[in-house]
């Protein structure tokens, strides 16, 4: 384990976000999946952009948005 | 310490995105339908210059060519995406809100914040090409409500002067973002000064007609020029009917834009 803070990171395909502390589990990713820990193969499940291809952000969320990015 | 970069016309990305083949389902127009878009930053298969400007991530200079060309609904999230139209018709078909179909002519322009999600479809119905300017930025928080708005440039009225579009100015459309967009038509021999809000803003300024000198440089047909760090600069107008487009955003601390900045220092 790490104290190392979750990231949240977007896909520049699309605008699609991936946070760490979140996960996706409607993916199959549980929360607190590291982003290094996704498969390289991995790619956005909106767009289908790569996964080399989203940046780290550090924007917050707005009211109420991380339960609708859980379910994203 | 005053910091540009200028991406010249020739130097930014060209895609030729055709409607057959493995992106039929993206692009519309079948069978003979194109998309032709010139990126000044990296996106998509364009990976090869700036990842972007303060928030600014797409500056696209597109053509949808061919009756019924453009893109099929697909979803988006977060991004703050503005359209610009110069020729053409778009149609637009939006789920913002309560759903719209907008159609955008010569100086129509949208805001569309996708928010917590949202679809949009962006077709040329006419035979006529559709020619736009796609901007899209961060938004300053993610997962708002999703937002549609849309205004109009009067090139005629509204000529040699500075007229923000987008931002908080009278009359401008909002945006989730500390960013601004003027547009600027004007004829030969003019100066204007650009102030940015703060020395923390940046400023690009896209040439898409015509040609001026802008902090120190002479910029022609869509040449352009990213100005950060000046109380302000001038744009002097060397070709009659000069149109002018000009983001001023915030300068976010992004690591991915340093780092590039770091490898392509004196670039």
């Known amino acids: 384990m790490t104290d190392e803070p979750f990231k949240r990171l977007m896909c520049l395909g699309c605008g699609f976000s991936y946070d760490e502390a979140l996960g996706l589990p409607e993916h199959g990713i549980a929360p607190g999946t590291r982003w290094e820990d996704i498969p390289a193969d991995w790619v956005c499940p909106d767009c289908g952009t790569p996964k080399h291809l989203f940046e780290m952000i550090v924007v917050g969320y707005a009211s109420g948005g991380a339960d609708l990015a859980r379910t994203a | 310490m005053s910091q540009s970069f200028i991406i010249r016309n020739e130097e930014r990305g060209h895609d030729l995105i055709k ?61 703050a995406i503005c359209a610009f139209v110069f020729g053409g018709e778009l149609t637009h078909i939006n789920t913002a809100g309560e759903g719209m179909v907008d159609r955008l002519r010569v100086g129509d322009y949208y805001v569309f914040s996708a928010g917590s999600g949202g679809k949009h479809s962006e077709l040329s119905v006419t035979t006529e090409d559709m020619q736009a300017i796609y901007l899209w930025v961060l938004p300053e928080q993610l997962y708002l409500p999703p937002s549609y708005h849309r ?117």
């Open chain 2, 19 to 79: 409607s057959d083949g493995s992106r039929s389902s993206y692009i519309a127009g079948h069978p003979d339908g194109f998309v032709t878009r010139a990126s000044s930053f990296n996106f998509h298969e364009y990976q090869g210059g700036r990842p972007g400007f303060g928030t600014i991530r797409v500056f696209g200079d597109e053509v949808f060519h061919g009756a019924g060309c453009g893109y099929n609904m697909h979803p988006h999230h977060n991004f």
């Open chain 2, 151 to 267: 205004g109009h440039f009067d090139f005629r009225c509204r000529r040699n002067e500075l007229v923000q579009l987008v931002g908080d100015a009278d009359g401008a459309l909002p945006i989730p973002q500390d960013l601004r967009v003027s547009r600027l038509i004007a004829d030969k021999g003019r100066s204007f000064h650009y102030a940015p809000r703060t020395l923390g803003h940046g400023t690009y300024v896209f040439v898409r007609e015509g040609k001026i000198r802008c902090f120190g440089s002479e910029l022609g047909h869509r040449d352009s020029i990213g100005i950060s760090s000046v109380d302000g600069f001038d744009i002097e107008i060397i070709d009659d009917d000069s149109d002018v487009l000009i983001v001023e955003t915030v300068l976010v601390d992004e690591a991915n834009i340093r780092k590039w900045e770091s490898e392509h220092a004196g670039h």
